[in-house]
T-cell receptor, first 111, second 116 residues
Framework: ETGVTQTPRHLVMGMTNKKSLKCEQHLGHNAMYWYKQSAKKPLELMFVYNFKEQTENNSVPSRFSPECPNSSHLFLHLHTLQPEDSALYLC??????????FGEGSRLTVL | AQKITQTQPGMFVQEKEAVTLDCTYDTSDQSYGLFWYKQPSSGEMIFLIYQGSYDEQNATEGRYSLNFQKARKSANLVISASQLGDSAMYFCAMREGYSGYSTLTFGKGTMLLVSP
């Protein structure tokens, strides 16, 4: 069982829907991350939160809206997405500048 | 320019043999970290091994070792005695500098298939 839990594991949504991805870490880490993994492309960093404060926003379109209410939870709110946003969204946490601990990902399909 | 280059899209190896997965990196920072992750078909990224730029010894973790050649900017992963469960995607990643958290840049990955 991973220390980083992501829900839902699979999500299908239309372009006009609003949905949210949830990530919870039970490891006591200070930093949390959202990465996007598209087919045949390297993992792309989207957002970083360190001690609940957003420290990185990697030029992500505003249709993706992150929220970090506390150091254990991270959300990614989705609205008016495009089909090219279909991907595996991976959440991770870390205690410092060492390794990231990833969840199993949320596979998103936008119709 | 790519910061992490993995030139092998796919590798095949027989069970019990050793395999080397290539990774080269590009950075002007003196302080950086190199990571390898394994991603099975389930999707989870599993941390395997870490090498710091100031570490003089090559990192080892069980059957995994990292062949770190700083002057050549390479950080190849060596898996000894391959097992069927090693079949997965393998990603090399780099953290540049130090900021209290880890913004990793990943390569495109290498698919490893282990046959009986």
């Amino acid at each position: 069982e991973t220390g980083v839990t992501q829900t839902p594991r699979h999500l299908v949504m239309g372009m006009t829907n609003k949905k949210s991805l949830k990530c919870e870490q039970h490891l006591g880490h200070n930093a949390m991350y959202w990465y996007k993994q598209s087919a045949k492309k390297p993992l792309e960093l989207m957002f970083v939160y360190n001690f609940k404060e957003q420290t990185e926003n990697n030029s992500v379109p505003s249709r993706f809206s992150p929220e970090c209410p506390n150091s254990s939870h991270l959300f990614l709110h989705l609205h008016t997405l495009q089909p090219e946003d279909s991907a595996l969204y991976l959440c991770a946490s870390s205690p410092s500048s060492r390794e990231l601990f990833f969840g199993e990902g949320s596979r998103l399909t936008v119709l | 320019a790519q910061k992490i280059t993995q030139t092998q899209p796919g590798m095949f190896v027989q069970e019990k043999e050793a395999v080397t997965l290539d990774c080269t990196y590009d950075t002007s920072d003196q302080s950086y970290g190199l990571f390898w992750y394994k991603q099975p078909s389930s999707g989870e990224m599993i941390f395997l091994i870490y090498q710091g730029s100031y570490d003089e010894q090559n990192a080892t973790e069980g059957r995994y070792s990292l062949n770190f050649q700083k002057a050549r900017k390479s950080a190849n992963l060596v898996i000894s005695a391959s097992q069927l469960g090693d079949s997965a995607m393998y990603f090399c990643a780099m953290r540049e500098g130090y900021s209290g958290y880890s913004t990793l840049t990943f390569g495109k990955g290498t698919m490893l298939l282990v046959s009986p």
